[in-house]
């Protein structure tokens, strides 16, 4: 699970799942993958799943790079043909990963929906959990200022009487 939710990406506002990432899962190549996306079009609006600009793709494809760093530095140009991508690639929405269980149906394109299902689920739980804390602390922050100053003071006394003792005295001494 946690192997698709690092491959489920913030796209124009949307979480989508890329098409060689989907193909991978899918264990088909992606010429398939799209082939059969083109033969089912009507299916797929433009909610349901966009083609990135080319801007976007060098943004996404250097996260990419960055967060496979390990599995790139023992990669190296393969020749021939068909070995690297020549099309942007398609990013697919939550919505357009349901219509793809409908045109792929295979029990791998089952289960592995059904997965992908689940995760998106779990992000959105976690975001909506996320949101509502945040709101909590920033209420809760708000009426009660004065009582986070005194913590912050507490936490902190015992740092500032060290740095007050370790100061270099100035003035008039007492003999």
């Known amino acids: 699970m946690q192997g698709i939710q690092n491959k489920i990406y913030e796209i124009r ?9 989907l193909a991978g899962l899918y264990e088909v190549e992606t010429k398939a ?11 797929f609006p433009f909610d349901f799943m966009l083609q990135l600009t080319l801007e976007e793709w060098n943004n996404l494809s250097l996260q990419i790079k960055t967060s496979n760093s390990l ?20 990013a697919f929405t ?6 793809l269980s409908g ?24 975001a909506l959990t996320y949101h509502e804390l945040s709101e909590r602390l920033k209420k809760i922050e708000g009426k009660f200022t004065d009582v ?4 912050n003071y507490l936490l902190n006394k015992d740092k500032v009487q ?8 100035i003035g008039f001494k007492k003999n």
């Open 94 to 99: 939550e919505q357009g990963l349901a219509m």
């Open 33 to 43: 993958l799209n082939l059969a996306v083109k033969r089912n079009l009507q299916r």
């Open 103 to 126: 045109i792929l149906n295979s029990e791998k394109a089952i289960a592995v929906n059904i997965t992908i299902m689940r995760a998106f689920v779990m992000i959105r739980k976690y």
């Open 13 to 21: 506002g949307h979480k989508v799942m890329l098409d060689f990432d």
């Open 71 to 90: 599995r790139l530095q023992n990669e190296t140009l393969k020749k021939g043909r068909g070995k690297h991508t020549k099309y942007l690639p398609y």
């Open 162 to 169: 060290e740095e007050q003792n370790s100061r270099k005295r």
């Open 148 to 151: 986070y100053e005194a913590i």
